[in-house]
T-cell receptor, first 111, second 112 residues
Framework: GQSLEQPSEVTAVEGAIVQINCTYQ??????LSWYQQHDGGAPTFLSY????GLEETGRFSSFLSRSDSYGYLLLQELQMKDSASYFC????????????FGTGTQLKVEL | DTAVSQTPKYLVTQMGNDKSIKCEQN?????MYWYKQDSKKFLKIMFS???????INETVPNRFSPKSPDKAHLNLHINSLELGDSAVYFC???????????FGNGTRLTVT
């Protein structure tokens, strides 16, 4: 089966940098994704890493180390609107068509 | 608007009833999904269809039956509803298996 672990809560101040870690155990790993979900809203796609290294998209970056079964999401220049839940998710299974989500990290951005 | 839309947004019903949730996507995607999000926000995949063919069927009670009349629609029918079925159900689509998911706004099901 698959299991993903991430911290349940992270608090940071506006303008700061925060890193949300994710460790995973899975068979047939294809890639690691990150999704953002605001309270009452739908999850929205943020990033995808299939290969080791850092992917940068604006204020958000995502990192993957396949050998360590580890990844992280880095959020820079935090804004109040970044307060949300962040989920890591792994693609696995035959053809990599199964996306399994972690338990989510609630990020609170304070003034 | 191009989107994944699901109806109804809220569904309140009694134990033992049968209910359906509809989902439609106009993104031209080949793959559609149903996810269940419980009160602890845990998102669990239930089913996935690719071009109307079932490709993922997790260990879901057989009271849950998905139906895909065409690749733009994936409906979920639930028989004999139980208290534990209360959750938010999200429909999603992707260009193909392994591509980013686009989620609908969810259906909050409350079973009393």
């Amino acid at each position: 089966g698959q299991s993903l672990e991430q911290p349940s809560e992270v608090t940071a101040v506006e303008g700061a940098i925060v890193q949300i870690n994710c460790t995973y155990q899975t068979s047939g790993f294809y890639g690691l994704s990150w999704y953002q979900q605001h309270d009452g809203g739908a999850p929205t796609f943020l990033s995808y890493n299939a290969l080791d290294g850092l992917e940068e998209t604006g204020r958000f970056s995502s990192f993957l180390s396949r050998s360590d079964s580890y990844g992280y999401l880095l959020l820079q220049e935090l804004q109040m609107k970044d307060s949300a839940s962040y989920f890591c998710a792994v693609y696995s299974g035959g053809g990599g068509n199964k996306l399994t989500f972690g338990t989510g990290t609630q990020l609170k951005v304070e003034l | 608007d191009t989107a994944v839309s699901q109806t109804p947004k809220y569904l309140v019903t009694q134990m033992g009833n049968d209910k359906s949730i509809k989902c439609e996507q106009n993104l031209g995607h080949d793959t559609m999904y149903w996810y269940k999000q419980d009160s602890k926000k845990f998102l669990k995949i239930m089913f996935s269809y690719n071009n109307k063919e079932l490709i993922i069927n997790e260990t879901v009670p057989n009271r849950f039956s998905p139906k895909s009349p065409d690749k733009a629609h994936l409906n979920l029918h639930i028989n004999s509803l139980e208290l534990g079925d209360s959750a938010v159900y999200f429909c999603a689509s992707s260009q193909d298996p392994g591509s980013p998911l686009h989620f609908g706004n969810g259906t909050r099901l409350t079973v009393t």
